[in-house]
Every structure is written in C-alpha cells, then in structure tokens.
C-alpha cells in the first residue's frame, strides 16, 4: 500500500465506500478486503478469505472508526450473508437453540435492511420469507424460548429500530396468539409471517430522501398499501393476511392519511370497508406496545402502564377481550 502513487490512492478513494458495521460482524468469513483509513492512506486491514473474528473487527473499528470495501465487493458481502441466514435457519434445530436463534435473529435483522434496501429483488425476499417461516415453526415447537428469545431480542442495541421492530412485535405477536389459546399453529405461523413483513412498504423511507421529513411522513402514511403491493403475487401468503398488511393500522387512521389530499381517497375508502377482526387488532395493538417500550433516537421509551394506557383509549370499546388478553400476557412476560 504504500509504494502506491498519490493518483493511485486517490483513485482507490473513489471506488470505496463505507460499510455498514453491523453487517460485518455478522459474518462469518470475509468474502472480499476490507479497508481502513490510516491518517494519510486507505490500507488493507483484512484480507479476502480470512475468518471474521468479532474480538479483532471490533478492535478494528475502534482504530478506525469507520471501514471500507471497495464499491463493487458490497454483493459479496450481502451475499455471504444470505447465505449464512439460509444455512442458519434451515440448521437451528441442531446444536444450541438459543444460540442458533440469537444468531438466526440477528441475521434476519440485517437481512430485512437488505430487503428495505432492494425490496424488488426476489432472491432477498425468497430467503427472507422462508427464513422468517421457518424461525416460526420452530419457535411454535419450543414456546418455552419465546420469552428468553424477546428478552435477548429487546434489550440487544445496534439494529436500526425501522428493522428490528416488526421482528420483536411478531415475537409478542406470538405469544399473544399461544396465550388466547383461539389459533391453530399454521395460522398462529402466517399471522407471525403477516407481522413481520406488514412494514416492508417502509422501504421507501430507508431508501430514500432521509433529510426530508414530510416525504417520510407520506411513505409513513402509505406504508400498509406500499408494503401490500410489494408483496402481492410475490410471496406465498394468502388474501386474508394481505389484506391484514393493508390494513395493519385500525386504530391511527387519523396518521395515515392525509385528509387533505385527494389521491388518497381510494385507500381511505379500501379502509373503510375492510372489516378489522381480532387478528388485526391484535397484530396493530402488539406492534403499538412493542414500539412505545422500545428507546427511539427522539424519545425515551414508556413503561408497559403507559403503553397500556394509550392502548386502552382507542382499543377497549371494540375489542375489550382482546385488550385483557394484552394486559395479562405483557405483564406476565415482563414482569
Ligand atoms: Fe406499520
């Protein structure tokens, strides 16, 4: 590195472009150089082929705050990190559970920021459908992990919340479901798939435009019919649970839309007759709980009283069993 010319280097500056730091302690092995800046020049801080070692990536980013690969290695990493996630999930019943599903969890998490990155690709949201699919049926045969796995999940820091937080709602989402005791195992499993993918129509916002905050309003107001669309004809989910992503908001259509703008006459009337039924109202209450006892970056998070509190306001006269299923099961699991 440093017999190279000052063109040189400059050149490679150009083709260089930082890498996301969760990603890279999510592999297993490096699957192309990764750069640091040394003061002066870019230099090779691991090599090709080399395995990651968390201990020694964070020592890395300590030194160097932040890491580089050059532009057109990015799909190696992506893909090296598929499939890690399609090995995990269709091996989590061998060895450790807990171990493989923390792990299986968290590249669930940096595979759904691919997905939000690249939602029309088909191969990303073919392994993370059935990644999601299988992590659901094989929770539905050990429940007792349940509580630990949303435990671990919640208190772990350094996914962007935009991606983890349907994943910990459709973790209540299901144990909520277990508990009401009103559900077969296959439907418990595609409301858990139904979660979890209800805010796929978000992609917009991390793709685009993050400084402009009445452009993420409106994709926050159309992210229902945004993340229906995305996923109609593409993923093997019935109508019933699409419709359910398209209306996965029964209790704040005040925020989703704005009244005053007439191209969203259609989707208020879709609303309107769109009949919210208990698996609806469960999916948008566990969400709405999950998100108020998370931290945001611009608010601190509400205690469970707080949280149930609000819920009650807009839940309790249509759906009072269903709000007294809520109270007991979160306080139950987080007592
Ligand atoms: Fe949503």
């Given amino acids: 590195m440093e017999s190279l010319s000052t063109i040189e280097r400059n050149f490679l500056g150009l083709q260089l472009t930082e890498v996301n730091l969760r990603e890279l302690l999510s592999l297993q092995q490096i699957p192309c150089s990764i750069y640091g800046w040394s003061g002066d020049h870019f230099e090779v801080v691991i090599y090709y082929g080399d395995q990651a070692d ?12 932040r890491l580089f690969v050059l532009r ?11 499939n890690n996630l399609l090995h995990i999930s269709r091996s989590v019943s061998q060895g450790d559970p807990e171990k493989k ?10 595979n759904m920021h691919h997905l939000y990155r690249a939602d029309l690709d088909d191969h990303t949201l073919r392994i993370q459908f059935q990644s999601a699919r299988n992590l659901a049926q094989f929770l539905l045969d050990k429940p007792k992990l349940l509580k630990p796995i949303f435990h671990h999940y919640r208190q772990q820091m350094g996914h962007h919340y935009l991606y983890s937080q349907p994943i910990l709602s459709s973790l209540a989402l299901m144990g ?9 195992d296959k439907e418990i499993e595609n409301l858990f798939i139904t979660s979890f993918f209800k805010d796929v129509g978000m992609s917009l916002i991390s793709g685009h435009s993050l400084q402009d905050n009445h452009y993420q309003q409106n994709i926050f107001s159309d992210h229902p019919a945004n993340s229906h669309d995305i996923l109609k004809d593409r993923v093997p989910l019935a109508g019933t649970f699409l419709s359910i992503i398209k209306n996965h908001h029964p209790f704040a259509p005040a925020i989703l839309h704005d009244v005053n703008d007439p191209n969203h ?6 609303q309107q007759q769109f009949i919210v039924g208990s698996e609806t109202a469960l999916i948008s209450a566990v969400d709405i709980i999950c998100a108020m006892i998370s931290e945001r970056p611009y608010r601190n998070q509400l205690t469970l009283l707080d949280a149930l509190e609000e819920l009650k306001k807009v839940m309790q006269g249509r759906f009072p069993a269903e709000f007294r299923l809520l109270v007991s099961y979160f306080q139950k699991i987080l007592k």
């Fill in 54 to 65: 968390n201990r020694v990536m964070l020592g890395l980013i300590k030194k160097h705050g």
């Fill in 72 to 82: 057109e290695d990015l799909p190696a990493i992506t893909k090296e990190l598929q």
């Fill in 101 to 110: 599903i923390k792990r299986h969890l968290n590249l669930l998490t940096v």
């Fill in 176 to 184: 909520v479901l277990r508990e009401s005791r009103q559900f077969t």
């Fill in 265 to 270: 006459q259609e989707s208020r009337d879709d």
